[in-house]
């Protein structure tokens, strides 16, 4: 919920991709300090795949990664 929520008004930035990552590490070191290691691939996962299916046009469009870097 919290993936299409962030991009809910269709516009994408840079800045919403690195919340979208800092917010999936913030939710790994949750799940592994509170003995729920097992969620962590799950979180990783659905995130890799929001972008890949997603957000992957917008990143190439955008210089690819590079682009993050350059902004």
Not at 38 to 47: Q, Y
């Amino acid at each position: 919920r919290v993936l299409k929520e962030m991009f809910s008004d269709g516009h994408t930035n840079w800045g919403r991709i690195a919340t979208l990552f800092a917010f999936g590490a913030a939710l790994c070191k949750y799940s592994l300090e509170n003995n729920k290691q097992e969620l962590i691939e799950p979180i990783t996962d659905s995130i890799a795949l929001y972008i890949s299916t997603n957000k992957s046009n917008w990143i190439r469009q955008q210089n690819g990664w590079v682009g993050f870097f350059l902004f």
